[in-house]
């Protein structure tokens, strides 16, 4: 069923508000909106800075994240296991359909607004390097959503790292956050001191240092093939999630305990 929000239009110029209040009316709305449906995350980033071809030219990114569910996270602190990579999946197909909602959301009042594929949904095979033109992770930091880990995750306050990404690029009046630019993790190495494969550099993530000098990709998938291969008895082929970075990060411990205190993560057990 269709929105109120998705019908109404701006004030005319004519309006005593102000620009500013319009973009705030907006960005609070549109928000609003995409958490009722599902997402745990959302805010809006000013890409300018990035080269034009890399953002189909539009000048601002909406980056919408789904949190993970607190006990499929706990139960990967000793390696992946089905249901992550399942959940993983389908969250995908949810950051797919609120990215469209942004999309027919902005389309309706006149902008443009392109949906960027989420990972696993977009119907074409991920590139071999698992790279693309602009992340999920370079919007969500420019959203100031969060921070890239030591492990080259994004980590958030409020979930850690046990988030599903998606962005929308698009050209409306959107109020943005202040770029996060570099890393918040301080001196913890506790992704670092669990981690099964020897993919990740130990440096500290900035703006402007490439992902590839933070973790090897290739050792960190074919670590996860393994390790959920012999967690479930059989060989595992394509591509797979490892999950223990996310699940030792104290930012997602501290979700999951906030959860398990609410009786959400379906154990008894601490997540230490």
């Known amino acids: 069923m269709e929105t109120d929000f998705v019908s109404t239009t701006f004030e005319s110029a004519s309006d005593p508000k102000s620009i500013e209040d319009m973009k705030m009316d907006l960005s609070s709305n549109l928000q609003a909106l995409l958490k009722s449906e599902g997402a745990s995350i959302v805010g809006f980033a000013n890409l300018e800075e990035i080269p034009s071809d890399n953002r189909s030219g539009l000048p601002l990114g909406i980056s919408i994240g789904v949190a993970l569910s607190p006990r499929i996270v706990f139960e990967i602190a000793e390696g992946p296991t089905d249901a992550y990579l399942e959940e993983c999946f389908r969250l995908d197909v949810v950051l797919d359909k609120l990215g469209q909602k942004a999309v027919k959301i902005l389309t309706s009042r ?13 119907g074409t095979p991920y590139p071999p390097n ?14 100031s959503l969060g921070w890239i880990g030591k492990c080259a995750l994004l980590i958030t306050r409020q979930f850690g790292s046990a988030v599903r990404l998606g962005s929308v690029l698009t ?3 959107l109020t943005t956050g202040t770029p ?5 993790c301080g001196e913890c190495t506790v992704c670092l001191d669990i981690y099964p494969a020897h993919a990740l550099s130990r440096k500290d993530w900035e703006v402007g240092v490439p992902r590839d000098s933070l973790v090897d990709v290739i050792e960190c998938q074919k670590t996860a093939r393994d390790r959920l291969s012999m967690r479930i008895g059989k060989e595992v082929v394509g591509r797979t999630f490892c999950g223990m970075c996310i699940a030792a990060c104290p930012w997602t411990k501290n979700y999951i305990e906030t959860k398990k205190d609410n009786n959400e993560t379906g154990t008894e057990q601490t997540a230490a």
């Open 110 to 122: 006149g902008y443009t607004a392109k949906q960027q594929a989420t990972t696993n949904t977009a």
């Open 130 to 143: 698992f790279t693309t033109a602009l992340p999920h992770k370079t919007v969500v930091t420019r959203a």
């Open 171 to 173: 050209d409306a009046a």
């Open 180 to 184: 996060i630019e570099a890393s918040c």
